[in-house]
C-alpha cells in the first residue's frame, strides 16, 4: 500500500524567494534612505546564448525589484579571452561595482577558469573563484556559491535538523555538489559524497536524511531508494519529451520523503534571491556600511 501523499512537504521556492527578496529589498530601501547609494551587480554576457540572455533578464528583473542597480555587459562572441579578462579585471577596480557575475557557458575558445579567476574575490557573488572555494574549505567566512545558499535556505526555513544528521550529496562539481557538501558538513552533518563511480547508489541514498541530489540525470532516484521521512532536494534540471523532470522520480517520492522540492519552482527562485543577498554582502563589507 502507498503512503498518503499528504506525508509529504512539497516544498514552494516561489513563495519563499519572495519572503527573502522582500527583506533584501527593505534593506535595500533603509539603506538608500540613509542616504547611501544602492548596491550594483555587475552581469558580463559573451555572446549571444539564448538560454544565457533569458538568465540574464531574470537576473536584472530581480535587481530592480529589490532596489539594486545592474549593469549588463555584453562582449561579442569572437571576444577574446584577453579582452574578457580585461573586461572582468577592469569591473574588479570599478569602485561602483559590488558583485561580479560571468555569465556561464562562455563561447568555445574561450578558458572559463582562467575568466573566474579574473573575478575581484571581494565582488566574487557567484562563489566560484578559488580564494572563495578556499575559504569554504578553510571554514572561513566568504561569499558562497548561489545554489548551494539557496538549498540551505529551504532546508532551515522547513527547520530540517542537519547537525548529526545522514546528509548524502549526490553530484560533486564546483557549482553545486562540492560546495554543499562542505556547508552541510559546517553546520555538522555527516556527509557522504557520491558521483558516477559510486557502487551501489540506492543503498547509499537509503542512509539519507538529507538527500540533495545534483546528478543533472532524469529520474535517477527511485522513491523506493528514499528513506521514509527524509528531506530530498532535487536539484536536477532535465528535459525528457520536452518535459522538466529532476533527479528524483517526484511523484514516487511522495508519500516517501518527509520534505520534497519539485524540479520547477523549487530550488531555482532561491538561487537569484541568494545572489542578490550575495551582492548586498559583498556592498556592506565593501563600503563599511554595516546596517542603515
Ligand atoms: P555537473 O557539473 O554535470 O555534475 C554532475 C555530477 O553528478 C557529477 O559529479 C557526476 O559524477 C554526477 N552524476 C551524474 N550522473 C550520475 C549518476 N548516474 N549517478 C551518480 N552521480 C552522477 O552538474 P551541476 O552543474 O552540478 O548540476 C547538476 C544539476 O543541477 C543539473 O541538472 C543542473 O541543471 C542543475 N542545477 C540547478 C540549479 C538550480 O538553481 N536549480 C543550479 C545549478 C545546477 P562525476 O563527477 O563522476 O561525473
Redesign the pocket.
Known amino acids: 500500500m502507498t503512503a498518503p501523499r499528504e506525508r509529504t512537504v512539497v516544498v514552494d521556492g516561489m513563495a519563499l524567494a519572495r519572503r527573502l527578496r522582500e527583506e533584501i529589498a527593505s534593506e535595500i530601501a533603509a539603506l538608500v534612505a540613509a542616504g547611501h547609494r544602492p548596491p550594483c551587480l555587475a552581469v558580463v554576457l559573451v555572446g549571444d546564448n539564448p538560454a544565457s540572455i533569458s538568465y540574464i533578464k531574470g537576473k536584472r528583473r530581480a535587481c530592480e525589484r529589490a532596489g539594486m542597480t545592474s549593469r549588463e555587459l555584453d562582449l561579442a562572441a569572437d571576444a577574446t579571452q584577453e579582452d574578457v579578462i580585461d573586461f572582468v579585471t577592469a569591473l574588479g577596480r570599478d569602485p561602483g561595482v559590488d558583485g561580479i557575475l560571468v555569465q556561464l557557458p562562455l563561447p568555445k575558445g574561450i578558458d572559463t577558469a582562467a575568466v573566474i579567476e579574473a573575478i575581484d574575490p571581494a565582488k566574487d557573488v557567484d562563489g566560484l573563484t578559488t580564494p572563495s572555494a578556499g575559504r569554504l574549505l578553510a571554514g572561513l567566512p566568504g561569499l558562497r556559491p548561489c545554489?548551494p545558499l539557496?538549498i540551505l535556505a529551504v532546508l532551515d526555513r522547513h527547520g530540517i535538523e542537519l547537525a548529526g544528521a545522514n546528509a548524502v550529496v549526490?553530484?560533486?562539481?564546483i557549482?553545486?555538489?562540492k560546495p554543499i557538501a562542505l556547508l552541510l558538513l559546517e553546520r555538522n552533518a555527516t556527509v557522504t559524497i557520491?558521483?558516477?563511480?559510486?557502487r551501489d547508489?540506492a543503498a547509499v541514498v537509503g542512509e539519507a536524511d538529507v538527500l540533495i541530489a545534483?546528478?543533472?540525470?532524469p529520474l535517477?532516484v527511485k522513491g523506493d531508494w528514499i528513506r521514509p521521512g527524509a528531506a530530498v532536494v532535487d536539484?536536477?534540471?532535465?528535459m525528457v519529451d520536452g518535459a522538466q523532470v529532476g533527479?528524483v522520480d517526484f511523484d514516487a517520492a511522495l508519500g516517501v520523503a518527509g520534505l520534497l522540492t519539485p524540479s520547477r519552482g523549487?530550488?531555482?527562485p532561491?538561487?537569484i534571491t541568494m545572489l542578490l543577498r550575495n551582492t548586498l554582502e559583498a556592498y556592506k563589507a565593501r563600503t563599511g556600511i554595516a546596517d542603515a
Open positions: 545554489t539557496g549526490i553530484g560533486r562539481s557549482l553545486v555538489g557520491c558521483h558516477s563511480r559510486t547508489l545534483a546528478a543533472g540525470s535517477l536539484l536536477g534540471v532535465n533527479d523549487g530550488v531555482g532561491l538561487t
